[in-house]
């Protein structure tokens, strides 16, 4: 008989209370979501905690009394508890957001704007809201990394890669914080590197310009039309998807907003289709840590046309889904947990081109 796992007890806390009752509303429609409580301030939020023991938190930054970041940073030394956080990105915003993710957080959904309600993202909040309480972090602390700002190998001269060479990575859920880990171990000189992280429109190009100051070579986000080059990686904006085409001997990126692929749009699935069609045996390609299926289909397509493929490891995972999908459908050619990947990633690009 399949089990059916508990609703996850949710905690809302913001200093709107029209606001409260919006998310309240866009999670009540879920089964598989139970709201316990809801909080005005970070200090009613802190007896709730005790009180209620909820499973994730969504979180505002802006509030009176304490702000979010501080209420964060806070809760996660003396009670952790996955958080998404639910907040304005503006630029101000979007600064503060990456600060949360820094601080623990697990996920970052804008409030919606220009007249939109919090009703029209429902699903995707009920989906990161989800995904935070099946994560690692609902289960026990995350796994220790140790933290080096120096690529593993000295950074290559050019002409060492085939202008068609081309890494592509997607990641969802806790995948922040592991591009955060993966991309400053890699040197510079590297053919260029594509990534699909599941974000918010408005929060990818922080994310991008915060990568890009850890990182040995330029990480940026994509503009439509945008050649790739060795020493350069480019990151989807958030609600746009992003695909390769053929230019010369290289590549360019495409920018589209065509309908949303597993309820996300940019879409791993799409950028690794591409790569799998543009690429083939050029590319190497990695599927991180993310809840659902999103880019499992694609690593098969990549697979299947020769290039290198690799699945995040399930014990390094935050959210086992995606790369757990990949696997079961035979896609992954190597299964690694994130501290191994950067040497894997280097190693596949060592070898042969496959005919």
């Known amino acids: 008989m399949k089990s059916v796992l508990p609703p996850v007890r949710v905690l809302i806390v913001d200093d709107s209370a029209l606001a409260r009752r919006a998310i309240r509303a866009a999670l009540a429609g879920d089964p598989e979501i139970e709201v316990v409580g809801d909080a005005r301030d970070a200090y009613v939020a802190r007896d709730q905690v005790l009180a209620l023991q909820p499973d994730v938190i969504t979180l505002d930054l802006e509030m009176p009394r304490m702000d979010g970041l501080t209420f964060l940073k806070i809760l996660q030394e003396h009670h952790p508890v996955p958080v998404v956080v639910v907040s304005s990105l503006t630029p101000a915003g979007s600064a503060k957001a990456m600060e ?10 804008g409030k919606p704007a220009g007249g939109r309600s919090l009703g029209e993202i429902a699903r995707e909040l009920a989906f990161h809201v989800k995904a935070a309480g099946r994560s690692r972090r609902a289960r026990g602390p995350a796994l220790p990394f140790v933290e080096t700002a120096k690529p593993l190998v000295p950074a290559f001269g050019t002409g060492r890669f085939s202008p068609r060479r081309v890494i592509v990575i997607g990641a969802s859920t806790g995948g922040v ?9 890699l040197p510079d000189g590297l053919p260029p590197i594509v990534i699909v992280q599941h974000i918010p429109a408005n929060f ?3 994310m991008a310009e915060h990568l890009d100051a850890l990182c ?32 010369g001997l290289g590549y360019r990126v495409r920018l589209t907003q065509s309908p949303p692929i597993h309820h996300c749009r940019p879409s791993v699935d799409i950028l690794f289709r591409s790569a799998a069609e543009q690429a083939g045996e050029h590319a190497v390609a990695a ?45 992954a050619e190597q299964i690694v947990p994130l501290p191994k990947i950067p040497q894997a990633i280097l190693k596949m690009l060592s070898q042969p081109v496959r005919k």
């Open 287 to 331: 599927l991180l840590t993310g809840m659902g299926v999103d880019g499992a289909h694609g690593l098969q397509l990549l697979q299947a046309a020769g290039a290198h493929t690799l699945a995040e490891a399930e014990e390094s995972c935050v959210v086992f889904g995606m790369p757990q999908a990949a696997i079961k459908l035979g896609a």
């Open 204 to 206: 990818s190009r922080t």
């Open 100 to 109: 949360a993710l820094n601080a623990g957080a697990l996920d970052v959904i």
């Open 216 to 247: 040995a070579f330029t990480v940026r986000e994509a503009q439509d039309g945008d050649e790739l080059r060795p020493g350069l990686c480019l990151v989807a904006p958030g609600d746009f998807h992003l695909a390769l085409a053929r230019s």
């Open 177 to 185: 914080e592991a591009l955060r880990y993966l991309l400053p171990r």
